[in-house]
């Protein structure tokens, strides 16, 4: 295959490492620098330039986006999705991935261990949001911090509040989050490639320190995850829409907790930590999965008019309960299920002989009309009412801000 490892530092370990594994297993292979696209936009031929002339013909991409360009990085990943091309990671599982909240808010839909975590903005807010998190000590960060800086643990209440009105009044984002005691000073980084853990470290921090971050002086270790961690950062990649993540966990009484999943981790450290050839792997994923470049399936089944994407529950007592998928009539009714998913698990493109359980929610494709009637009414009303509850102007959602915009305040009514 001919890959292109999208990436704006040629030299670093990760990206001689990967370029190193291509052309070890007779790939083409070459690294282009992200900023150096141009993205053109015509009716029915979306294309890219490098440094100004036609980009020639590429199988598959693996992009290396920093945060520092997210931005345009995931323009020219989404591009290439146009194109037909496959991308490692998708551009909207990096969006996704990119943000602390967002992808906290993405996971904690899924039956997925993350501390507990709350984001406010009105001071009144403050301590009530620290009171619901478990109270002192506390861990505070910055949306936009990285490397351990902007992550602090308050000791008591007073100075968590101090601490995140400063913060408010410099116009920062910060998320208030629960300190996970017992993993004090420790993290799990696990390398997830396609659906699987191809290698996990333990980063460890030296002294009083509480962040594990190799930048504050942690020390990493190899260490065997366990099935739960393991299947924890499979589904956290999947549910991000990555296929090649470091996720980052802690080491909870009750299981792990993601705290970030990572779109572009380095490969260095865990490499060293476990002398495990990462690269390889990730190339070797690449070249399997070449065949299969990303579709966004809600985008093109929904342009059949009539037709979409939606869950159905199967609450207690429901007729479905005991059927088979068969019996349910949902066939019968243009309803295709693509996918049951049953507590924690998921099963792809069940059989029709399955039978049906209370709590089972299944993914279906189908016409609206007939599924309409299906969604269950309480999550409806459920949801009418939080709309109802809220002030006018919660209303107003925003618009896609970069990361860790701090919107000001609406101005007064006589300034408007
Ligand atoms: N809720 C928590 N409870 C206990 N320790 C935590 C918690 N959140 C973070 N930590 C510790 O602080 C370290 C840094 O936190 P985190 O990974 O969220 O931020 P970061 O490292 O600055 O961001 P990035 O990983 O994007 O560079 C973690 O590796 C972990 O050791
Ligand atoms: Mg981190």
Known sequence: MKLGILSCSPSCYSSTRLRDAAE??????????TLKFAIDLEEGEPDLYFRSKHLSHYDAVLPRIGASITYFGTAVVRQFE???????????????????LRSL???????????????????????PAIERVGGAPVIIKLLEGTQGVGVILADTVKIAEAIIETLHSTRQNVLVQKFVAESRGRDIRALVVGDQVVASMR????GQEFRSNVHRGGKTEPVELDDHQRETAVRAAQ???LKIAGVDMLEGQDGPQIIEVNSSPGLQGIETATQLDIAGAIVDYIAAQVDFPEIDVRQRL?????????????????????????????????????????????????????????????????????????????????????????PDE??????????GYYEPDPPHEEER
């Open 394 to 403: 919660a209303g107003e959602l925003g618009a896609d801000h970069p990361r």
């Open 82 to 100: 146009q194109m037909d091309v496959f991308t490692a990671n998708s551009s909207a599982g990096i969006a996704n991935s990119r943000d602390k």
């Open 203 to 206: 980063r460890v921090a030296q």
């Open 302 to 390: 929904t342009v059949s008019r009539g037709y979409g994407v939606a869950e159905l529950h199967v609450p207690e007592g429901s007729e479905f309960v005991g059927r088979t998928i068969a019996d349910s009539g949902l066939r019968d009714r243009d309803i295709n299920v693509l996918t049951l998913h049953r507590g924690t698990t998921v099963i792809p493109n069940p059989k029709s002989d399955r039978a049906l359980e209370a709590g089972d929610r299944l993914l279906c494709f189908g016409r609206l009309e007939a599924m309409r009637g299906m969604i269950p009414g309480r999550v409806q009303r459920k949801r009418r009412l939080k709309v109802l509850d809220l």
């Open 24 to 33: 070890h297993r007779g790939h083409k292979v070459r690294v282009l620098n």
């Open 105 to 127: 808010q993405i996971l904690s839909k899924h039956n997925i261990g993350i501390p507990q975590t709350t984001f406010v903005r009105d001071h009144k807010d403050i301590l």
């Open 239 to 241: 549910i991000m829409g």
